[in-house]
T-cell receptor
Framework: SQKIEQNSEALNIQEGKTATLTCNYT??????LQWYRQDPGRGPVFLLL?????KEKRKERLKVTFDTTLKQSLFHITASQPADSATYLC?????????FGKGTRLSVIA | NAGVTQTPKFRILKIGQSMTLQCTQDMNHNYMYWYRQDPGMGLKLIYY???????DKGEVPNGYNVSRSTTEDFPLRLELAAPSQTSVYFCASILQGSERDTQYFGPGTRLTVL
């Protein structure tokens, strides 16, 4: 069956360091992968989209990689700040509607 | 643009009661979705619609119904509320085929069934 795994429920990191979150999938051939940020009590907010033929995408302090051979995406936040503390969700789209992972709760400690 | 709006923000229901969760978007998006999110879990798709008059089941449709009579509105109906339907419900929309294919989410409705 199709599966998306974000293999850390929670990640604590010191301010200024790079946070790296992982999204693995099985039995999918995604057309693209997205990353969302969700703050407590709010709906998810889109951050980045990377397509199957792209290896890397950047937006300010954010970087996403997509390895369709390893079936994995990595999401990096460089120079992390306490304001980056949130839950980050990955989502895949193939020929079905977007399917979301459970998310990783990131805490950036000052 | 207000984006995606949902009402109510909070609701407590008794077992067996019914209610409709409202969702409206003003971005002229063709696709709309309903998700539920349980604590510590990801978003589970309940129903979705690819345009007015067209709806389809998602992963967890049992106990819910939807309709899409206009592009803007996509209400979710709970007919006989059960404690298992206690959750946070998110509505989302997307302009399918656009370059970014970004889903825009509403603020959510927190529903408790007692």
């Amino acid at each position: 069956s199709q599966k998306i795994e974000q293999n850390s429920e929670a990640l604590n990191i010191q301010e200024g360091k790079t946070a790296t979150l992982t999204c693995n999938y099985t039995n999918y051939s995604p057309a693209y992968l997205q990353w969302y940020r969700q703050d407590p009590g709010r709906g998810p907010v889109f951050l980045l989209l990377i397509r199957e033929n792209e290896k890397e995408k950047r937006k300010e302090r954010l970087k996403v990689t997509f390895d369709t051979t390893l079936k994995q995406s990595l999401f990096h936040i460089t120079a992390s700040q306490p304001a980056d503390s949130a839950t980050y969700l990955c989502a895949l789209r193939g020929n079905t509607p977007l399917v979301f992972g459970k998310g990783t709760r990131l805490s950036v400690i000052a | 643009n207000a984006g995606v709006t949902q009402t109510p923000k909070f609701r407590i229901l008794k077992i067996g009661q019914s209610m409709t969760l409202q969702c409206t978007q003003d971005m002229n998006h063709n696709y709309m979705y309903w998700y539920r999110q349980d604590p510590g879990m990801g978003l589970k798709l309940i129903y979705y619609s690819v345009g007015a008059g067209i709806t389809d089941k998602g992963e967890v449709p049992n106990g819910y119904n939807v309709s899409r009579s206009t592009t803007e509105d996509f209400p979710l109906r709970l007919e006989l509320a059960a404690p298992s339907q206690t959750s946070v419900y998110f509505c989302a929309s997307i302009l399918q085929g656009s370059e970014r294919d970004t889903q825009y989410f509403g603020p959510g409705t927190r529903l408790t069934v007692l």
